[in-house]
């Protein structure tokens, strides 16, 4: 049940924030801004130095039930074990790793594995995958979900990658779980402007929660 618990607050996320940066305190004020901007959802990726101490941290002085902290960028299972042993409540990977699908499975931890195809994906149900990172979604675009759920209609996806505050309700209406977003949201963490990053946060949100009030009513 855990695991189904933890599915369950990365749908009610939404928007997830890919969280990148040059050192552990820029990452660090990256995530405190995000959350400042309304965001619930936060993927420490493990390009960022200290990685497993961020999300030891974060994880530790968030105590709201709807936050949920997950580790992103995990290219193996030694890594992904560092990363629940921080306490990350779910892992992303760039790519599809059975070894990291077992270890997930193990511990209740939902796993969410970079795919482009169709067999790709098959073979990540087939591990017991929840939800998958379509990857990257500047490859395909929103109709691309329609096409993949044809055959798999039990198939979640949560494209990253492509995905902006313009068309972010695109995604959604076209099935998306919930969406990945980097690059934009972030970029200006790269200057420690991390007021914007708020305002970024704030304005991602305001529509997401504007886009589920209207379909959701």
Not at 60 to 67: A, F, I, Q
Not at 160 to 167: H, K, P, Q, R
Request: net charge negative.
């Amino acid at each position: 049940m855990q695991r189904v618990e933890r599915v369950k607050k990365i749908a009610a996320a939404g928007v997830i924030a890919v969280v990148r940066g040059t050192s552990k305190e820029q990452g660090k004020k990256a995530c405190e801004a995000l959350l400042a901007g309304g965001m619930k959802g936060l993927e420490i990726t493990f390009t960022l130095p200290k990685a497993t101490e961020v999300i030891a941290e974060l994880v530790s002085e968030n105590n709201d039930v709807e936050v949920v902290i997950g580790a992103g960028t995990v290219l193996d299972v030694t890594t992904a074990r560092l990363a629940i042993l921080a306490g990350a409540e779910f892992i992303v990977s760039p790519t599809f790793d059975l070894a990291t699908a077992e270890l997930c499975n193990l511990y209740q931890i939902p796993y969410l594995p970079g795919c482009m195809t169709i067999t790709e994906m098959k073979e990540a149900l087939k591990a017991g995958v929840d939800i998958v990172k379509l990857f990257p979604g500047s490859a395909f675009g929103p109709a691309i979900i329609s096409a993949f759920k044809a055959p798999l209609s039990q198939l979640n996806i949560m494209p990253t990658g492509g995905v902006n505050s313009e068309n972010l309700t695109e995604w959604f209406h076209a099935g998306a779980v919930a969406v990945g977003v980097g690059g934009n949201l972030l970029a200006p963490a790269e200057n420690n402007d991390f007021d914007q990053v708020t305002k970024n946060a704030h304005e991602y949100m305001t529509r997401y929660q504007a886009y589920m009030e209207k379909n959701h009513e």
